[in-house]
C-alpha cells in the first residue's frame, strides 16, 4: 500500500510539472512582465537578469520564452530559438536622482553631476546602449572617473533612488515605473544608440502552454501594459 501511495504521489508530482514551463525576461522589463503575468494567471516560473545572465539560465534549464533584445538573443546568446514575437521598441534614456537636474546629455560631465551609472556594457541591453550613446555623442573619454557599473537596469535604478548616484542609463520602461522616486529622466536620440528590438523568443521548450502565453502577448490587455511602460 506505502509503495502504491508513494508512487501516486511521484506521478501528481510529475503530471503538475508538466504543465508548467519557465520563462526569463531582461531585467529591465521586470514591472510589465509580472504585471501581465498576473493578469494572465497562471502558474509561471520567471527568471529576470541581464541578458547574459538570462542566456546562462536558459543553457542549464529548460526555459520556453526568454524576453528581451532581439539582436542579442539572435547574435550573442549561442541559443537557438524558433519563433520570435514581436513585443516593442524599448527606448533608453538619462534619469537623474531627486538631488539634481538635468537638461541635457552632455550635462553629465559637468560638476555638479559626481556619479553615473549604467547596467554591465557587455552583458546587458541597456549597457550596451549606454555605451554606444556615450562613444556617440563623444562623451566616452571624458565621464571614465563617474562612471559606476551595475549588472542590471533596477540595480541602476535603485541607485538613483536612493541618491547614491546623481545620474543613470537605463530603459523607459524603468523610468516610467519609478517616475515619482525620481527626479526626472531625458530621452536619448535613437541615432545614439543601436535599435532595440523587444521580443518574446521562443525554444524548443515551447510546447501548448507556453504557446497560450505568447498568444496572450499579443491581446490587446497584454499591449496596452507594455504600452504603459514605454514599449
Known amino acids: 500500500i506505502m509503495k502504491k501511495v508513494l ?3 511521484v506521478l501528481s508530482i510529475v503530471v503538475t510539472n508538466a504543465s ?3 520563462i526569463a525576461a531582461g531585467a529591465g522589463y521586470k514591472k510589465p512582465i ?5 493578469l494572465y494567471n497562471k502558474k509561471i516560473d520567471a527568471f529576470y537578469g541581464n541578458m547574459r545572465q538570462v542566456s546562462t539560465q536558459a543553457k542549464h534549464t529548460d526555459l520556453a520564452l526568454i524576453i528581451g533584445d532581439k539582436n542579442f538573443l539572435q547574435n550573442k546568446s549561442n541559443i537557438d530559438f524558433i519563433h520570435y514575437t514581436s513585443i516593442g521598441e524599448g ?18 560631465l559637468s560638476d555638479k553631476i559626481k556619479r553615473v551609472s549604467m547596467p554591465h556594457p557587455k552583458k546587458a541591453i541597456y549597457g550596451i546602449a549606454a555605451m554606444q550613446i556615450l562613444h556617440n555623442s ?21 541607485y538613483l533612488i536612493t541618491n547614491e548616484i546623481d545620474a543613470g542609463f537605463i530603459n523607459l520602461t524603468s523610468a516610467l515605473a519609478n517616475k515619482s522616486k525620481l527626479g526626472g529622466y531625458i530621452e536619448i536620440d535613437k541615432k545614439l544608440y543601436s535599435k532595440i528590438d523587444i521580443v518574446a523568443a521562443s525554444t524548443k521548450a515551447c510546447k501548448k502552454e507556453c504557446k497560450e502565453l505568447l498568444e496572450f502577448l499579443q491581446t490587446e490587455e497584454a499591449k496596452e501594459i507594455f504600452t504603459q511602460y514605454g514599449l
Do not use: M
Not at 34 to 38: F, G, N, R, S
Not at 91 to 108: D, G, Q, R
Not at 138 to 158: G, H, M, R, Y
Open 7 to 9: 508512487l501516486a504521489l
Open 20 to 22: 508548467d514551463f519557465k
Open 34 to 38: 509580472q504585471k501581465i503575468l498576473k
Open 91 to 108: 527606448k533608453a534614456v538619462l534619469a537623474y536622482s531627486k538631488k539634481t537636474k538635468l537638461n541635457t546629455l552632455n550635462e553629465i
Open 138 to 158: 563623444k562623451l566616452s573619454s571624458n565621464i571614465d572617473e563617474k562612471l559606476f557599473i551595475t549588472a542590471t537596469v533596477p540595480q541602476v535604478t535603485t
